[in-house]
C-alpha cells in the first residue's frame, strides 16, 4: 500500500489539488504534518476531506504537548465526520526544536504518548475518562474507531507502537533501518499478547522520483541534510556517516548555506537517508522494504522535483 505526505507549508488549497492528484494516482493514505510554524494541520484536512473521496487521511503526526489530547480526539472524529469514515491518527513524541521555540518542556515522550493513546481511544469510544488528570472528559458525539499509528524511532517508542498502536510510522527509507526497527515492534505486539502481523508497518520516506536519475537524486539533498543533522548518533553509525560529515552540514543549515550543502551531501548519503532515483531505482528499494516486513510506503518530501509531475509518475510507474 502507497501513502503519501504533504507538508501545509503550502496554503491547504493547493494540498487538496495535489491530495486529489495523488488519489487519482493510487495512492491509498494521506499524511499532514503537524508543526506550529505551518498551517494548521486539521484545517487542511477539514479541507481534503471534501476534496477527495476515497482516501484515508490524518495528522502524521501530532503530539500529546501541543494540543491537549482531549482536543485532539475531537478534531480527529471531526475529521472523520466529514470524511465519512476515512480518519486514521499519526501521534508521536513531537519535534524537539519546535517546542523549544514554543517554551514547551520536553518531558517523559513514552509516558505521554502511552497516556495520550489509551486515553484517545477512551474517549473516541465515549467513555468517560478520570484518569491522567481528567476528570469525568467525555465526548459528546459518536464516531466509529480511528485507527491509530505512532510516529517512533527509538528502541522503546517502537516496541509500545507495537504493544498498543494499530500502525507504527518509522521515519526511515533503508533496509537496515527497518531490520532494526521491525522486530523490536513485533517483539512490543507479542509481549502485549497480540498478533504482531494486526500492526501496519509503515516506512515515512524521504522519496524524490523524476525519469531524470540526477535531477531526482538533487532533489532530495536539501531534506537528506535536514534528515543528517536531525539524526541520533546510532543511526549515522549505522549508515557510515562520521561525526564530522554530520557536523558540517549541521554547520551549513544553520548557516543556510545551501551552496555548500549540495557538496555535503553525498550520493551515498541520499542512498541511506532517502528513495530517489528513477521510478525503476524507486521500485526496487520498495521492493527491498517490503522484504523486510513494511507494509507501507508512504511518500514523503520531497516528492520529487516537480510534486505534480512526480505523484502522476510515482502513480503510473511505480504504484
Ligand atoms: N514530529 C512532529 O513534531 N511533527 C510531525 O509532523 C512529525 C511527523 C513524523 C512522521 C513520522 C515519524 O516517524 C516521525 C514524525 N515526527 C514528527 C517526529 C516524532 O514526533 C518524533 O520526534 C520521532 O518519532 C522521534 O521519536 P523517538 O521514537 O525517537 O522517541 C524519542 C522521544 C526517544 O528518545 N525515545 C526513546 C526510545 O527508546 O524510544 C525513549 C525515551 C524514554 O524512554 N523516555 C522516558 C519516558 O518516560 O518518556 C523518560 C526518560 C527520562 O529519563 O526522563
Known amino acids: 500500500m502507497f501513502g503519501i505526505e504533504f507538508v501545509p507549508a503550502d496554503p491547504a488549497l493547493k494540498i487538496g489539488y495535489m491530495a486529489k492528484l495523488a488519489e487519482d494516482a493510487g495512492f491509498e493514505t494521506i499524511w499532514i504534518t503537524d508543526h506550529y510554524n505551518n498551517r494548521d494541520a486539521y484545517s487542511t484536512l477539514a479541507i481534503l476531506s471534501l476534496l477527495t473521496s476515497r482516501v484515508k487521511l490524518g495528522p502524521g503526526v501530532t503530539n500529546p504537548y501541543t494540543r491537549n489530547i482531549a482536543i485532539t480526539a475531537s478534531s480527529i472524529a471531526s475529521i472523520n465526520e466529514l470524511s465519512g469514515g476515512r480518519a486514521i491518527l499519526g501521534i508521536g513524541p513531537g519535534d524537539k526544536a519546535t517546542f523549544e521555540a514554543m517554551g514547551i518542556e520536553w518531558d517523559k515522550p513514552l509516558t505521554r504518548v502511552k497516556d495520550a493513546v489509551l486515553t484517545i481511544k477512551a474517549l473516541l469510544a465515549r467513555a468517560r475518562v478520570d484518569q491522567g488528570g481528567f476528570k469525568g472528559a467525555q465526548l459528546a458525539f459518536s464516531t466509529n474507531k480511528i485507527p491509530i499509528y505512532i510516529g517512533a524511532q527509538g528502541p522503546k517508542m517502537l516496541e509500545l507502537a507495537g504493544a498498543i498502536g494499530d500502525g ?3 521515519n526511515a527509507s533503508h533496509p537496515e533501518d527497518f531490520k532494526f526497527a521491525i522486530p523490536i515492534v513485533k517483539q512490543g505486539a507479542e509481549k502485549a499478547g497480540r498478533d504482531p502481523k494486526e500492526i501496519e508497518i509503515c516506512a515515512y520516506a524521504s522519496f524524490s522520483a523524476d525519469r531524470d536519475l540526477e535531477k531526482a537524486e538533487k532533489a ?10 536531525g ?7 549505522r549508515h557510515g556517516v ?3 560529515e554530520a557536523k558540517k552540514i549541521y554547520t551549513s543549515i544553520a548557516k543556510g548555506d545551501f551552496g555548500s550543502l549540495m557538496a555535503d551531501v553525498t550520493l551515498k548519503m541520499v542512498e541511506s537517508f532517502s528513495i530517489s532515483g528513477t521510478p525503476d531505482k524507486c521500485s526496487s528499494r520498495i521492493t527491498e522494504l517490503v522484504q523486510t516486513g513494511v507494509t507501507q510506503i508512504v511518500v514523503g518530501s520531497p516528492i520529487g522535483p516537480d510534486k505534480e509531475r512526480s505523484i502522476k ?4 510507474s511505480i504504484i
Not at 220 to 229: E, T
Request: charged content about 15%; aromatic content about 4%; glycine content about 4%.
Open 168 to 170: 507504527v510510522l518509522i
Open 220 to 229: 532530495a539533498k536539501i531534506v537528506v541534510a535536514f534528515i543528517i543533522a
Open 231 to 237: 539524526s541520533p548518533n546510532n543511526v549515522l553509525e
Open 242 to 244: 562520521s561525526q564530522d
Open 313 to 316: 509518475l510515482i502513480g503510473k
